[in-house]
């Protein structure tokens, strides 16, 4: 049975919407654990709105990464309601505040002490938990509301606007951190 048609039927629609929402939760653990058991430790970064939030939160530790995350995306939301699906950004809302949240709540530390080591576990670790929560139908925001904004109203396509971004925020890091966090970013 299609998504769509699961969200139709009322009677199927909740077990799928709570297997999305569980599949968020999972993806957000688990980028949750990335970014407080690796890059923070190691004062590495991440792409996206993500990157973005914790250049931030490095100029400004005062300020929870939970907290910058969230209020960087209440724009993009703001403005991306309506280039976006209904479910698209209904699960990708819950995307964001259950990221956000899972940043402030899940603090494990990973002893992994090489950095190059640490930037691939990262790597992966983000990567399942990105996959888990696009899996469910939505995002956790950032780039991925605001790929889908400028592909409808520019035509620039989803992969360009992530990597424009992303050689932004590696381009800050070397800018503002070092050039060695920028590679370690890259990685």
């Known amino acids: 049975m299609k998504a769509s048609q699961i969200l139709k039927n009322g009677i199927a629609a909740l077990p799928q919407v709570l297997w999305n929402l569980t599949l968020i939760a999972l993806g957000s653990a688990l980028c949750a654990v990335a970014l407080n058991g690796i890059l923070i ?21 005062a300020f929870p990464l939970g907290a910058i995350y969230f209020l960087l995306n209440i724009p993009n939301y703001a403005f991306g309601w309506k280039y976006v699906g209904r479910r698209f950004f209904l699960y990708s809302i819950a995307g964001m505040i259950i990221f956000s949240a899972a940043i402030e709540a899940i603090h494990i530390s990973l002893p992994v002490y090489d950095y190059l080591l640490s930037a691939l576990l990262a790597g992966v670790i983000v990567g ?30 989803l992969g360009t606007t992530i990597l424009a971004f992303n050689g932004i925020i590696l381009a800050a890091a070397a800018a503002l951190f070092t050039l060695e966090m920028a590679l370690y970013t890259l990685i």
């Open 128 to 157: 399942i938990g990105s996959g888990l929560i696009l899996k469910s139908l939505g995002s956790a925001g950032g780039t991925d509301i605001l790929s889908v904004i400028l592909l409808k109203l520019f035509s620039i396509r």
């Open 41 to 61: 430790p190691r004062q590495f970064l991440s792409g996206g709105f993500t990157g973005l939030s914790l250049i931030v939160h490095y100029l400004f530790p």
